[in-house]
């Protein structure tokens, strides 16, 4: 294996005292960790507690499925691991590193490198064709257009999208839409990709798509996954499944 390939597995490439390379794929590896996270909103005089204490460690190449009756936190939770927004109390680490060290920018930066997101509504730039969505993560991460374009390219066909390049998202099948949003959360070979009821907008035959190519990237290129999902049959092809409610993490069988 290159070292690109294992890098592109999350997988870390260290060198030993013996000066011998060896590849740390242990399921021990942490990338993921949030620690006794609170969440409170503030309504006026109202506050409302989202989130008591959660616990959740997701190891490298792991799937992870995140289940919950709705309004139980479930998105307030994910966008405080991929360090959109901040917890009340605890903390969140994405490869060893606490979110809340950094600053706004430096956090955005961070993100930009290390989480891939996906969400239940494309978020696609609509005035942008496919490709040029793709590219976006890696513009901001300060590639030359020629090496966005090369990884973007790379991403899209990882995912057998290689048609319909220069389409705008208006032009394209919901299916579709969430197949870029999918290369474009992959395109900087983040840590960990996140992702809010990515089939949660999908026809069945479309939903089940999208849950093929996730276990397909999990289980090939070894893509550690957090995905939130309403769809049990998504969650029973999970690793681990866990379950929000009253503002706490559990993990099921
Ligand atoms: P889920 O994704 O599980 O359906 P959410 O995380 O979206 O749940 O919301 C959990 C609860 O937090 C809901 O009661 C929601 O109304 C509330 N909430 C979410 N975001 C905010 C916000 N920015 N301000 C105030 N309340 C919020
Ligand atoms: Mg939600």
Do not use: W
Not at 94 to 100: C, D, Q, Y
Not at 159 to 167: E, Q
Not at 189 to 194: D, G, H, I, K, S
Not at 226 to 231: A, C, D, E, T
């Amino acid at each position: 294996m290159s070292s690109e390939e294992l890098r592109s597995a999350n997988c870390e490439v260290r060198t030993g005292e013996s000066g011998q390379r060896r590849a740390d794929c242990g399921e021990r590896t942490a990338v993921l960790q949030g620690t006794a996270i609170e969440k409170e909103f503030r309504l006026g005089p109202e506050q409302l507690q989202v989130l008591n204490g959660v616990d959740i460690t997701v190891r490298s190449g792991e799937m992870v499925a995140i289940l919950g009756p709705s309004g139980s936190g479930k998105s307030t939770l994910l966008h405080i691991l991929a360090g959109l927004d901040r917890p009340t109390r605890g903390d969140v680490a994405i490869a060893g590193k606490p979110l809340s060290r950094l600053n706004g920018e430096a956090l955005a930066a961070y993100r930009n490198r290390n989480v891939g997101l996906i969400f239940q509504f494309h978020h696609l730039l609509p005035e942008f064709t496919v490709l040029e969505n793709v590219m976006m993560p890696c513009l901001i991460a300060g590639d030359t257009p020629s090496a966005a374009l090369q990884k973007a390219e790379q991403a899209l066909a990882e995912i057998d999208f290689t048609s319909r390049l220069r389409h705008r998202p208006a032009e394209l099948s919901g299916g579709e839409k969430q197949k870029a949003a999918t290369a474009r959360a992959l395109v900087t070979n983040p840590q960990v990709v996140l992702a809010d009821e990515p089939t949660g907008n999908l026809d069945s035959h479309s939903a089940q798509a999208l849950m093929d190519l996730f276990q397909d990237l999990n289980a090939r290129k070894r893509v550690t996954m957090v995905i939130v999902s309403h769809n049990e049959r998504f969650a029973q092809r999970a690793h681990r499944r866990f379950y929000l409610d009253d503002g706490l993490l559990k993990e099921t069988t």
